[in-house]
């Protein structure tokens, strides 16, 4: 009787392997001057560190990332259903404010007085002002406040200076 013969298929090739795909990664960074500009990088570590350090010592560096953190807090504060409305309806606001023509309102003259008068008993205009007075009370009220460190405002801490 004849042995059996034992023969595996080698599947075929379907596309490339792990190491072809890595050259071609590692030629497309060449070609593309990414290896250069990390490699310029990383040799010139100490006067990168130096124009990074002297950047950040400028008062208005620290001003502008001190006023950043102070507008990421706030934000942080705003719940995202919240936050929505208000720039949806800031939104709204402005495409409305912008697309606006006096030639195109209903009335071209003024009110007068008397209908000064009739717009102090016009409940919806009352309606939609109360909010907009109301943040404007509490605006006014917290430029009246003086804080010395926001962070410590923000968080209610102590500060340690």
């Known amino acids: 009787m004849a042995e059996r ?4 298929v080698t599947p075929p090739k379907i596309g490339p392997d792990a190491h072809e795909e890595l050259a071609r990664l ?3 960074l060449h070609e593309h001057g990414v290896l250069r500009f990390a490699n310029d990088v990383v040799c010139a570590k ?3 560190a130096e ?3 002297g950047g950040l010592q400028k008062e208005g560096t620290l001003n ?3 006023n950043l953190s102070i507008l990421l807090m706030a934000l942080s504060r705003i719940p995202p259903a919240r936050f929505y409305k208000i720039a949806f309806a800031l939104q709204g606001a402005l495409d409305r404010a912008g697309s606006w023509r006096p030639e195109e309102a209903d009335s071209h003259a003024a009110p007068g ?3 000064a008068y009739r717009m102090l008993h016009d409940d919806a205009l009352w309606e939609a002002l109360l909010p907009l007075i109301e943040g404007l009370k509490a605006f006014a009220q917290g430029l009246d406040q003086d804080v010395e ?3 410590s405002a923000f968080t209610g801490k102590p500060s340690n200076a």
């Open 5 to 8: 013969i034992h023969h595996e």
């Open 26 to 28: 590692l030629q497309s």
């Open 46 to 48: 100490t006067p990168l």
């Open 51 to 53: 124009v990074l350090v």
């Open 64 to 66: 502008a990332l001190q």
């Open 113 to 115: 007085v008397t209908g």
């Open 149 to 151: 460190k926001p962070i």
